[in-house]
């Protein structure tokens, strides 16, 4: 399967420029045919790590898909979705500013030496196709950023593509990563190896990984209780 830039979120600046999507200029909304693709099965997924009532904080929303169909599915989820992008909050908060359980989109870049203390924490923190279009240092500030903000025994989900050692690689991800290095040297499709490496390092456990169409993966941290 041939893979595009069409992520569905905005993390930085220069992602921007490679997206595809749609805008709605009388509601001033993005709309990312990949994530309206992937927002079913991801949603199912998400519903087994979080059986119950949940509050989760999303990095790098975008569009604000994923945020309107989780927590229109889940209204006992509190939803708080967050951008690097300051172009993306209006689209955000125009999708979900009729959910009661989804919070206002805040701006929050991931490399941030601290991310804001008024966060406070969660039981979820969420994250869609952002480590392989990132230079690669957001990885671990995102693990960092991940264990402050988690609850003890808290979950962090990634979803998107990973090369996974010992496993052959779709042909689709294999001309992926090489389109993204040519785009920028420092992105690329990450080896899980290197990022489980990055989670152990700020005290999250890789739990359980999740087969997911169009060869990705679904990954599920989770903070070491204490």
Known sequence: MRRSLDTGSSYRVTRTAHRREVVDEEEEMTFSPAADRNKTPILEVLTRVLPGPAA???IASGSGQHAEHFAAARPDWDWQPTEADATALASIASRTSALANVRPPLMLDVLAPRWS???GHFDGLYCANMLH???????????RGAARHLGPGGALVLYGPYLVDGEPTAPGNV???A???RRNPGWGVRRLADVSVEAERASLTLERRVDMPANNLMLV??????
């Open 56 to 58: 989760v904080l999303e």
């Open 117 to 119: 203390d008024s966060l």
């Open 221 to 226: 941290f989770r903070r070491t209780l204490g």
């Open 133 to 143: 279009i990132s230079e690669w240092q957001t990885c671990a500030a995102l693990m």
């Open 175 to 177: 001309a992926f990563d």
């Open 179 to 181: 389109d993204l290095r």
